[in-house]
């Protein structure tokens, strides 16, 4: 053919497995984090119940507090990004499958 590549019909079953597997692998990987994103809840639910059922009063100071709250919207941040990068990947997985 002039002006086109030309590959083997070998050559293009091996670049679909690639994909398939790729998308295997991703598919895998979300199923993975979504349970660990679900246990992590659970986790933060049952520390939450935790602390509001005690009734011990403290006091931080000042100075650690805020660090403590530093620590929480940090964590947020990231919660949160982590997120977007799941549903990104998401988006990729389902081009690669509509496309075979």
Same mark, same amino acid.
């Given at each position: 053919?002039? $002006?086109? @590549?030309?590959?083997?019909?070998? %050559?293009?079953?091996? @670049?679909?497995? $690639? ?6 692998? &991703?598919?895998? +990987?979300?199923? *993975?984090?979504? *349970?660990?994103? &679900?246990?992590? @809840? *659970? ?5 939450? +119940? %935790? ?7 403290? &006091?931080?100071p000042? @100075?650690?507090?805020f660090?403590?709250?530093? %620590? ?6 990231? &919660?949160?990004? +982590? ?5 990104? %990947?998401?988006?990729?997985? #389902?081009? #690669?499958?509509?496309?075979?």
């Amino acid at each position: 053919e002039a $002006g086109g @590549d030309v590959t083997s019909p070998t %050559a293009n079953k091996l @670049d679909e497995l $690639g994909k398939k597997e790729l998308v295997r692998h &991703m598919s895998t +990987f979300m199923i *993975n984090t979504q *349970n660990e994103s &679900m246990a992590w @809840d *659970n986790t933060v639910a049952d520390n939450m +119940f %935790a602390l509001a059922t005690k009734q011990l009063e403290c &006091m931080w100071p000042r @100075d650690t507090l805020f660090k403590y709250f530093q %620590a929480m919207e940090t964590l947020q941040e990231n &919660m949160k990004e +982590f997120q977007e990068l799941q549903y990104i %990947a998401a988006l990729a997985i #389902f081009a #690669f499958h509509d496309t075979y």
